[in-house]
């Protein structure tokens, strides 16, 4: 099994940053594609950004790019999601996600593993 714990959400103005960690603990012998998702109150969860086992292959959705950035930390299955440019529309619950697999799906159905969330606010 694996635990993924998020950190570093909170509440900004709009224009401002912020990064966000995930790191896994348990089962982490092997290397995980990981990404995030989020979800806003009374929508479904999107997804934001993915990033293969190695590092050298990365998606973003469409109304993130040019705005958010993923790498994966030097510790294992650490990741961090560098948020820029914020805009209300960007405030939702974040989610960190994690799958053995190497593709990187848009979908959440394929992820395995999953964080309980870190919140992202952004105020006009």
């Known amino acids: 099994q694996v635990q993924l714990i998020e950190s570093g959400g909170g509440s900004v103005q709009a224009g401002g940053s912020l990064r966000l960690s995930c790191a896994a603990s348990g089962r982490t012998v092997i290397m995980y594609t990981m990404g995030w998702f989020r979800q806003a109150p009374g929508k479904g969860r999107e997804f934001v950004a993915g990033i293969s086992r190695s590092g050298d292959r990365m998606d973003y959705a469409d109304s993130v790019k040019g705005r958010y950035a993923i790498s994966r930390g030097n510790t294992k299955n650490t990741v961090y999601l560098q948020l820029h440019s914020l805009i209300p529309g960007d405030t939702a619950l974040y989610y960190c996600?994690?799958?053995?697999?190497?593709?990187?799906?848009?979908?959440?159905?394929?992820?395995?593993?999953w964080g309980r969330g870190t919140q992202v606010t952004v105020a006009s």
């Open positions: 996600a994690a799958r053995a697999s190497d593709s990187i799906p848009t979908t959440p159905g394929p992820w395995v593993y």
